[in-house]
């Protein structure tokens, strides 16, 4: 999901001081269930209208946001449109399957773009020759090597470790926080219809893509649950 951005790129920081639309922005920021509830209370439209500028939808903040999925479905239910994206076409699902992944290139394509960049030529040229080895040391000095960087060695791997696990515990809540807000989605409408299982699967590849397979997995099920549904109502 990547980390928080500020609101203030999103919003713009418009409209009058007493509006709701403002203390709904607070609600955003601070992932204030009851102020959200009670802005949408006031005036509903502020579900699905974007602010001030109308750079982004209340939905695709709250994601960004990291808000809980509680206030998500909050949103979801007062009217939010999954499928409703930015003004550069970013949309809920795009936040939680990751970018998407360039094609790989094919041999003519990576021959053509080597020899326009000078890499064929690169890639062509002998390699250098190779550098004469040091002398190794002796087993005394090797030794004192050793013992004196030792320390220092064991206390970077140390925290080395303790930083991996901490991507890793960082990764997986990350992980489980995308399933939620994606499952909200999909219950609310994303690619919902025969028609739109396209993005629905295409949610489900770029999440694969983008190493997240548990994301992957939980669109691929809902898409065939849906489809076996949709087969058995057309059933004579």
Not at 50 to 76: F, I, N, T, W, Y
Not at 92 to 113: F, N, Y
Not at 178 to 189: I, K, P, Q
Not at 218 to 235: T, V
């Amino acid at each position: 999901l990547g980390a928080p951005q500020k609101l203030g790129l999103f919003w713009g920081g418009g409209g009058a001081s007493g509006r709701p639309g403002n203390a709904q922005v607070r609600a955003l920021e601070d992932n204030n269930l009851g102020l959200l509830r009670q802005c949408l209370d006031e005036d509903a439209m502020l579900a699905v209208e974007c602010l001030s500028d109308g750079r982004r939808p209340p939905l695709v903040v709250a994601l960004l946001e990291k808000c809980s999925p509680a206030l998500v479905q909050l949103l979801l239910e007062r009217g939010a449109d999954p499928e409703a994206g930015d003004r550069h076409h970013l949309m809920p699902m795009d936040i939680l399957v990751g970018p998407e992944k360039p094609e790989a290139q094919g041999p003519l394509e990576a021959l053509q773009a080597a020899s326009s960049s000078s890499a064929l030529a690169r890639m062509l040229a002998p390699p250098p020759p190779p550098a004469p080895l040091p002398a190794p040391p002796t087993l005394e000095e090797w030794m004192a090597e050793i013992e004196q960087d030792l320390p220092p060695v064991l206390l970077i791997l140390q925290r080395l470790r303790a930083d991996e696990q901490r991507r890793e515990e960082s990764k997986t809540q990350d992980e489980a926080l995308a399933c939620a807000y994606a499952g909200l989605l999909l219950r609310h409408g994303f690619g919902k219809g025969s028609a739109n299982k396209a993005r629905q699967q295409k949610a489900a590849r770029r999440a694969k893509a983008n190493g997240r397979e548990r994301l992957a997995c939980l669109i691929e099920h809902w898409a065939a649950e849906q489809l076996d549904s949709f087969r058995h109502l057309r059933a004579p």
